[in-house]
């Protein structure tokens, strides 16, 4: 199972550091990552392979949550399928 | 990988725009409780209920973390109680509204439909003890919704009934007038009730669907708002274009949900129901789409044209992005829960009369409608009867949720909280209809019927 990891907030130094970080903690393989800076908003998008995580996804993504709450940053964990049921037909 | 612009519109509709999973409704096959002892019926209908619904709470909660989307309610649907009473040998049915209550609480749904009884071709054994009974059963509880289905343009209106639900409506908001008359929000009068139908108050599991089955109500009135927003100087048919694309998406979510709940839950998938359905939260209203589309406010001259255009964008663009579309599938306009109808009418623009013409052309009818507390019954039925004519004649559903504020007046405001939200009490033409609505009879099928 595949989930994509979002990230939305100010830029500053050690995002990434942090996001992969609890990814290797929970044995999250990170696939592909993209980031850009829009507006002045920081703006990175993860694929990542969760079959092999090892705490189940609620607590996976409540720790990217509280991540995102200790920065002030905006992180979310979606499920893949999501985005490939909306935008793919 | 999925593009960056994609996904991060997919978040953006979900954080800011409102867009959720309005209901996931699991409808429930009651016909194996019959019984002729009450109490024993009652006793099968908790258990079945219980044993179905158990793991749907659950489930629906693991699906919005998984997904990241918010499922907004969960609820069931019950096969229409009446059907039940039938065999029963005794008149105070209310009890089975407890037992509804029990259950409810027991699973931890929000709402629960079913209380209620098909009399569009006259009453048969259980109606007339259960519509007696519908204002004590949603006094008594918190969580059982109503609905009785007085027409449909295969039989035409059942006029008795009519008569019987303008009073049932009142007695409704009487009873409990000490909790802002919320008997009469928890009830609905149709006509050509839908019978897999996701959305409360009228929502009940009909004759001819499975034991059990999921159904799933979409919204997202915010997203579609957003996405005209951010389109200035489309013609209409650019209008059109761009609703139906975001109904899509929408709906394609709607689905993913449907499948994945009726999958974990082990349950027959039913339908996806298209519907864009406001809240009170800012931004999430219909009547701000309507605006969107060039209205100084809902209720204007075109309001109804813009309305028409929606609802077909909205089905047009959803129909593709689901395998089964049913239930009421449209635009819906409930006053008291859209934060630009409730502006509109508290403006004097938004009119009985003119949700009347509304409704010819959205997905259900006159729905959360403070009227004034001293209305008298036959003006309900009259109005009544006028929305029922209108589905009658277009082989549409239409719908009546008024609730008569006992003890206020035009000016005043009544408040539900919650999803129900509040609103103005609204002015009604108190001409009588009385000689006509007590004709009684049945008012005959039209032409459109005869389709054979």
């Known amino acids: 199972m595949r989930a994509v990891i979002t990230v939305i907030g100010k830029d500053m130094v050690g995002i990434l550091a942090k996001v992969s970080g609890i990814c290797s903690d929970c044995n999250v393989n990170v696939i592909e990552v993209t980031q850009s800076v829009l507006q002045d908003m920081f703006a990175m998008i993860m694929l990542s392979d969760i079959s092999d995580c090892s705490v189940p996804f609620a607590e996976f993504s409540d720790k990217m949550k509280a991540l995102g709450d200790e920065l002030g940053l905006s992180i979310h964990v979606m499920h893949e399928d999501i985005f490939n049921s909306m935008h793919r037909i | ?452």
Do not use: W
């Open chain 2, 1 to 452: 990988m999925i593009n960056s612009g994609d996904i991060l519109e997919t978040i953006d509709m979900i954080q800011n725009e409102n867009l959720d999973i309005r209901t996931v409704t699991m409808g429930i096959s009651l016909l194996d409780c019959i019984d002729s002892d009450i109490d024993k019926a009652c006793d099968k209908v908790y258990d079945k209920i219980t044993k179905y619904a158990k793991d749907l709470i659950p489930v629906c909660e693991e699906i919005e973390k998984e997904y990241g989307i918010p499922i907004v309610n969960k609820r069931i649907s019950v096969t229409p109680v009446a059907m039940l009473a039938a065999a029963c040998q005794t008149s105070n049915i209310v009890k089975f509204a407890l037992a509804l209550e029990r259950a409810a609480n027991t699973v931890g749904v929000n709402f629960i439909g079913g209380y209620s009884a098909l009399v569009h071709k006259g009453f048969a054994a259980g109606d007339y003890a259960l519509i007696e009974s519908i204002p004590e059963a949603l006094s008594v509880t918190e969580h059982v919704c109503s609905s009785v289905n007085i027409g449909s343009t295969k039989t035409g209106l059942n006029m008795d009934a009519v008569l019987k639900m303008g009073k049932t409506i009142k007695k409704c908001a009487e009873v409990t007038a000490d909790r802002n008359c919320i008997g009469a929000a928890k009830l609905v009068v149709f006509c050509n009730a839908p019978e897999d139908n996701p959305f409360m108050a009228g929502a009940f599991h009909g004759a001819g669907e499975p034991d059990c089955v999921i159904n799933v109500g979409v919204s997202g009135p915010g997203v579609v708002r957003t996405a005209l927003q951010k389109s200035e100087g489309l013609d209409i048919t650019g209008v059109a274009d761009l609703v139906k694309r975001t109904a899509f998406k929408i709906t394609r979510m709607g689905q993913l949900v449907a499948t994945e709940a009726s999958k974990r839950l082990c349950v027959p998938f039913g339908i996806v129901d298209l519907s864009l359905a406001p809240t009170p939260a800012i931004g999430d209203s219909v009547a701000n789409i309507l605006e969107e589309m060039g209205l100084e406010s809902c209720g204007a001259a075109g309001t109804t044209a813009c309305l028409a255009l929606l609802n077909d964008a909205v089905k047009k663009g959803g129909v593709m992005a689901s395998s089964h579309v049913g239930g009421l599938s449209g635009a819906f306009i409930p006053v008291s829960e859209d934060a630009g109808m409730i502006k509109a009418a508290e403006k004097g623009i938004l009119t009985i009369e003119k949700l009347e013409a509304m409704t010819a052309v959205c997905s259900v009818g006159l729905d959360m409608i403070i009227i004034p507390g001293d209305t008298h019954e036959d003006v309900i039925s009259g109005i009544i009867a006028d929305e029922a004519a209108i589905g009658m004649v277009n082989f549409k559903t239409t719908a009546v949720r008024l609730i008569p504020a006992i003890g206020k007046t035009v000016g005043d405001t009544l408040s539900f909280g919650g999803l129900l939200g509040q609103g103005p009490v609204m002015k009604v033409n108190t001409a009588s209809p009385s000689k006509f609505i007590h004709r009684g009879g049945q008012l005959p099928a039209p032409m459109q019927a005869l389709k054979n």
